[in-house]
């Protein structure tokens, strides 16, 4: 199950965020062990208002964080351990986690970046969604918090794993009193001989938004499968920033984020 081909991925800054001046607050981060027994996607969207000032360096700390967590986990476990692991601390012990390391490791930013200092801590400047999947032999595990998609592709047909969660037009964001509870998750067992999809595709709303539809999403989302089908990660790889720049000038205007993981099955 396990890819050899690695996951890829784009991050552009969104056309109306070059028109205004601001910078991209998306983040991306793919990694894996030394044996590659897992694959892992993390991927953020500062929230950009001017509330959340620092939002951009929200995101990659929140990348950085849920990459220390999961990275752990897979250092003292075997897969199936860290699968078992994951599946049954996924709604209390995992995301609660991942807040504490969330918030302790902005705290040190902010204050290595001798920022102004007030009570209680403003973690409201820093701002965040997250999303996480992770592959590896035996299961598939996901992870939401905020918006943003995860999808998958099984002989063809993309669905979502994990789709965007608004209420209204807030946000549930790591920078919450006890964020952990916002957070959603999907633990999928993949057993030895198990056909499994063909592809993962995570992405921050940027790129959902600039459809008119969920059709037209996973229409798109299908295009970019049978492009890699057809020409290879080589030539996916080379023009995703083009798309994406494409689809947000067009669209959302929104930065976009979009990570690519082919799994052993893609022929």
Not at 123 to 128: C, E, K, M, N, V
Not at 205 to 234: M, N, P, R, W
Request: aromatic residues 10%; glycine residues 8%; charged residues 20%.
């Amino acid at each position: 199950m396990v890819n050899p081909q690695a996951a890829f991925g784009a991050k552009v800054r969104g056309a109306a965020h070059i028109k205004n001046g601001k910078p991209c607050q998306d983040a991306l981060l793919i990694s894996t062990d030394e044996e590659k027994r897992y694959f892992a996607v993390y991927v953020a969207d500062g929230h950009g208002s001017a509330q959340c000032a620092y939002s951009d360096d929200g995101a990659q700390v929140a990348v950085e964080s849920a990459h220390s967590v999961f990275y752990s986990i897979f250092c003292e476990n075997t897969p199936a351990e860290a699968g078992e692991l994951l599946n049954a601390h996924k709604d209390i012990w995992l995301p609660k986690k991942i807040e504490s390391e969330w918030k302790e490791r902005v705290k040190k930013f902010h204050s290595d970046k001798e920022r102004m200092l007030s009570e209680p801590f403003p973690f409201l400047l820093y701002g965040s969604t997250l999303l996480v999947l992770i592959v590896s032999d035996g299961f598939i595990f996901s992870m939401q918090l905020g918006d943003g998609d995860i999808v998958s592709i099984s002989d063809g047909k993309a669905d979502w794993i994990l789709k965007p969660e608004r209420v209204g037009v807030y946000v549930h964001s790591l920078c919450l009193e006890n964020s952990w509870q916002y957070f959603r998750s999907v633990w999928t067992p993949q057993p030895e001989g198990t056909e499994s999809p063909e592809m993962f595709l995570v992405s921050t709303d940027g790129y959902s938004d600039c459809f008119l539809s969920d059709a037209g999403f996973l229409q798109a989302v299908t295009d970019i499968h049978h492009l890699f089908k057809s020409s290879g990660k080589e030539a996916t790889e080379e023009q995703l920033a083009h798309w994406l720049e494409e689809s947000s000038a067009a669209g959302s205007g929104d930065d976009i984020t979009l990570a690519i993981l082919p799994s052993g099955n893609i022929v």
